[in-house]
């Protein structure tokens, strides 16, 4: 009977979760136009950061080093990066937004069970392109050559999360990182990814 009971919360979380995605997905589509013209990369520079973590499904299948090397291969600097056993209240502020949602609870309790890695990503236009690279929130969305694409089944073991402005980008790394975590320094690649 517990495993039913189980199964069947996860069932519902998973629904819950379904139809935020395709709310939000409906709710962008809308918006695109006056999107656009703020990710079209006129207002990013090259020292644009954003926040991108790896959940704990992703931390437990041993893809942070793909994951890395992504990023490291697109040109992005990392600036920061740490294991974190997130606590649930830090989960709770990031997922602030969706506190009303139907599968809030489980969100958070899927964060808590398992670590995660938390990393500050810098380069020109990084929080869209970014984004691209991880794929759709859904992985049945997903083209294959992207994170979730390649390595997802199910949107709710989506392995990572990324920043989807730059206004929450600065809030989750304020979030997640104190001042003294994020480093600055010069890559020596500079000068052969950027002109």
């Known amino acids: 009977m517990f495993v039913f009971l189980e199964s069947f919360e996860k069932f519902e979380y998973r629904n819950h979760l379904r139809e935020y995605i395709q709310e939000t997905t409906d709710a962008a589509g809308a918006s695109s136009a006056s999107s656009a013209q703020a990710s079209s990369?006129?207002?990013?520079?090259?020292?644009?950061?954003?926040?991108i973590a790896i959940k704990p499904d992703g931390v437990q299948r041993g893809l942070v080093g793909e994951i890395v090397k992504r990023f490291e291969r697109?040109?992005?600097?990392?600036?920061?990066?740490?294991?974190?056993?997130?606590?649930?209240?830090?989960?709770?502020?990031?997922?602030?937004?969706?506190?009303?949602r139907p599968?809030?609870?489980?969100?958070?309790?899927?964060?808590?069970?398992?670590?995660v890695v938390a990393m500050v990503w810098e380069g020109f236009n990084v929080i869209r392109t970014g984004r691209v690279m991880l794929g759709e929130t859904n992985p049945v969305d997903s083209r294959p050559g992207t994170i979730r694409g390649d390595f997802c089944v199910q949107v709710g073991r989506n392995i990572i999360h990324g920043s989807d402005s730059a206004e929450s980008a600065e809030t989750e790394i304020n979030l997640w990182f104190a001042p003294e975590?994020?480093?600055?320094?010069?890559?020596?690649?500079?000068?052969?990814i950027y002109d």
């Open 74 to 100: 697109k040109g992005f600097k990392l600036v920061a990066m740490k294991l974190i056993h997130a606590s649930e209240d830090l989960l709770r502020e990031h997922y602030i937004d969706l506190k009303d």
């Open 103 to 115: 599968f809030y609870a489980g969100l958070v309790e899927y964060m808590h069970s398992g670590p």
């Open 181 to 192: 975590e994020v480093v600055d320094y010069r890559s020596c690649e500079h000068p052969w």
């Open 41 to 51: 990369g006129i207002m990013a520079s090259i020292s644009e950061r954003t926040f």
